[in-house]
């Protein structure tokens, strides 16, 4: 009997062993993102602005899930009167002067529509919905994990007035700013489906391959995402000059684009474009596309911005991580600036400071949402946040402005948010701000101090190379504010789950202060719940200077310093006292402003 237990207790643990082997094994590859690769065929009538397009989707579930339903966004949909970005337009305390009461004073013809007239999966009908700005399908047979599924698709659609980021002929007369204007698969995740209607924010798309063909008039010149196939049949710049062209007697032309592991796909059009190419020496080649009817001063804007911009695309690429395509469009169009999968979409009618500042954002967000695509909706801050650091960083270099720092405009919108009350957590999702003032500034400036006060708290090369790691870790993937947080941690070997949650979680303040200086004693009070390690710089009355730096415990470490290093502090005590060998003349909290203080009026203590 004994034997016979001991057996089975035997052949039990070898079992556990080998679950335990599995479980690990998995574990170590739990990471998974959806595929997909689109073909468009669209035809496009410039005289109404509608277009009429065939679509194949081919759709591959890398979840563990089986999946019933998918769905997709129809975002042109939101520009119809009684819609919910009309009704939120309508209803929030601050609304956006794009948009205020313009939905709802459409005609027929000026509102935008995507219209679906036929879904097959597999060759079979399957039932669907629309539902606003989402298409709900019910599937005829579950996607299995690990299996693809084709999507055959047929729609027709209207462009919407320029109202938001997409549209016809905007303020300048651009005819066509074409985003987010095909039914595009909602991204599924670990958290789930990511269905939110379109009320005006930000976006999340599934990464891809996209083989797109545009028949348009032939007068029409077109950039946007993606590699253009037939080059000599279409002219307009982007034939090599050393061959001859063949272009079709036809009215219309046909654009054949391809663009290989993108999660969106954007087009401009207008027949006054202009089309310049830049050729870098890394081999990406630079297009500008902008109206040549616009005035001299404008023209000559555009002229200078292209060497500047080929500097931008070596700053980004260096400090970031190296450009993956072989080009970037810069096009006239929309609403203001808008960032797209290889381009942007830009106003044009600009001084030379403003063309340069918005390029340099636009293309900034290549990096920070279009490689490193994280969900705007969810984690806005991730996204502009970032861009506003590193396109700040950016221009202070290229064109010589000399600040110390650069981000100094962002310190001083999120104390004015915070003085006057509309301060909301970085967690909240990017529709639901209670104003517009407190997303933009939460998620331009509050994002972008995420990154300018880790330098203060981590230090700068721990910042430096705490991004480029994250782009190497997480570039073509989804990451979380969590993986920024980790690559941070890797690198610097400091302890940052404080950090993340009090300043993305919290609207939890900064404030230290000066309690006193008795002699060589100095007592330093935190007023604010908000903790953070501390930097001292202390003038004795021998006109020496010594620097000190009072590590938070919870860090479990300090930033690489040439200051004094002093005991951690204990985030739960109220005050911490330390002593100098010498006098003191003066003392001074945090001297290089990167803490965001929100009273440095006692910071400072002086005889």
Known sequence: ??????????????????????????????????????????????????????????????????????????????????????????????????????????????????????????????????????????????????????LEMSFEAQVPIQIRRSGRNNKEGVALSMSQWYPKMAEYDFEGWHTPPYIGREFHGVWGDFEVTLKIDKKYVVGGTGY???????????????????????????????????HDFMWAADPAYTHDVLKMENGV??????????????????????????????????????????????????????????????????????????????????????????NESLHAWMDEGFTTYISNKAENLILAEGNENPHDGSYESYKMIVERGYEEPLSTHADRFNTNWAYGTASYSKGNIFLSQLEYVIGKENVAKGIKKYFTDFSFKHPTPNDIKRSMEKVSGIHLDWYLNEWIQTTHTIDYGIKSVEGKTITLERIGKMPMPIDVEVVYIDGSTENFNIPLQMMRGSKPTSATVLEDWPWVNPTYTFKTLKPVKSVEIDKSKLMADINDADNFFGK
């Open 1 to 150: 009997m004994k034997k016979i237990v001991f057996l089975g207790v035997l052949v039990l643990l070898l079992s556990s062993c080998k679950l335990l082997k599995e479980s690990i094994s998995e574990s170590k590859n739990t990471y998974w993102q959806q595929r997909v690769s689109y073909t468009m065929d669209i035809d496009v009538d410039v005289d109404k602005y509608q277009y009429k397009g065939t679509q194949t989707l081919v759709y591959t579930n890398n979840s563990p899930n089986d999946l019933d339903r998918v769905f997709y966004h129809l975002y042109f949909n939101a520009f119809q009167p009684g819609s919910q970005m009309d009704v939120r337009s309508l209803n929030i305390k601050d609304p956006d002067r794009r948009v205020r009461d313009r939905i709802g004073k459409l005609k027929p013809n000026e509102i935008g529509y995507i219209n679906v007239h036929s879904l097959k999966q597999n060759g079979e009908d399957v039932t669907y919905e629309t539902v606003g700005t989402i298409l709900e399908v019910q599937l005829n047979e579950p996607i299995k994990s690990g299996k693809t599924v084709t």
């Open 228 to 262: 253009l196939q037939n080059p000599q049949e279409i002219g307009h710049g982007y034939e090599d000059k050393s061959l001859p062209l063949n272009r079709p007697s036809s009215e219309k032309l046909t654009w054949h684009f391809k663009a290989p592991n993108v």
């Open 285 to 374: 080649d630079l297009h500008f596309l902008y109206k040549k009817t616009l005035e001299e001063k404008y023209l000559k804007n555009w002229r200078d911005l292209q060497e500047p911009t080929a500097k931008l695309m070596n700053y980004f690429s260096e400090q970031v991580g190296q450009y993956p395509y072989k080009q970037y469009s810069v096009i006239q169009g929309g609403d203001g600036g808008m960032e797209y999968a290889m381009g942007t979409l830009i106003k044009g009618e600009r001084n030379f400071g403003s063309l340069f500042g918005v390029t340099a954002h636009e293309m900034a967000h290549t990096w920070f949402q279009f490689l490193l695509a994280s």
